[in-house]
T-cell receptor, first 111, second 112 residues
Framework: DAKTTQPPSMDCAEGRAANLPCNHS???????VYWYRQIHSQGPQYIIH???NNETNEMASLIITEDRKSSTLILPHATLRDTAVYYC????????????FGKGTRLHILP | EPEVTQTPSHQVTQMGQEVILRCVPI?????FYWYRQILGQKVEFLVS????????KSEIFDDQFSVERPDGSNFTLKIRSTKLEDSAMYFC??????????FGPGTRLTVT
């Protein structure tokens, strides 16, 4: 899997949009961008994934640049429950192999 | 919504003892995984399991570890002789095929 680079930590005010960046400059054409999060001491939770088009679901939006070398996860109205470590992972979709987690971004939502 | 469950939530054991961590994957899932996370560190892959056999294992998954799917619902991780460095959160995950992995809440293993 291609490597990703994320800031180690970020703060966001409650109610504001949280924008989490990820760089993946060596991404291959068949690799998707996945986002997971891990709330303290819980198991990782899938958020969203995409190939090249922007994606949105009930949890978040994913914006992928045209050259696919970076992406941004957007939590539109952050709440205190969104405080977690967010992992950006690049991997081939529809594969059943392991997930390789990096260190992620620790997002603090401030009241 | 279906979920992966794990028991126990916390296991304390003495060094050298055997432990079995249990997981109940989502019922129609076909692929199963164990990961671990030492306190303050990254989530690390241990082993994947499909069609009643190991499909991949990491360097961490040495002879002290084994996995089993003893019946149609449970998926277990056994550590034969625990070491202090086995203290960690252990997460089970499962997947139908080609979709995202669903993780359980984890078992905190403390080896004293």
């Amino acid at each position: 899997d291609a490597k990703t680079t994320q800031p180690p930590s970020m703060d966001c005010a409650e109610g504001r949009a949280a924008n989490l960046p990820c760089n993946h400059s060596t991404i291959s054409g068949n690799e998707y961008v996945y986002w997971y999060r891990q709330i303290h001491s819980q198991g990782p939770q899938y958020i969203i994934h995409g190939l090249k088009n922007n994606e949105t679901n009930e949890m978040a939006s994913l914006i992928i640049t045209e050259d696919r070398k970076s992406s941004t996860l957007i939590l539109p109205h952050a709440t205190l429950r969104d405080t977690a470590v967010y992992y950006c992972i690049v991997r081939v979709a529809n594969r059943d192999d392991k997930i390789i987690f990096g260190k992620g971004t620790r997002l603090h939502i401030l009241p | 919504e279906p979920e992966v469950t794990q028991t126990p939530s916390h296991q304390v054991t003495q060094m050298g003892q055997e432990v079995i961590l249990r997981c109940v994957p989502i019922s129609n899932h076909l692929y199963f995984y164990w990961y671990r996370q030492i306190l303050g560190q990254k989530v690390e892959f241990l082993v994947s399991f499909y069609n009643n056999e190991i499909s991949e294992k990491s360097e961490i998954f040495d002879d002290q570890f084994s996995v089993e799917r003893p019946d149609g619902s449970n998926f277990t991780l056994k550590i034969r002789s625990t070491k202090l460095e086995d203290s960690a959160m252990y997460f089970c995950a499962s997947i139908v095929s080609g979709y995202e992995q669903y993780f359980g809440p984890g078992t905190r293993l403390t080896v004293t």
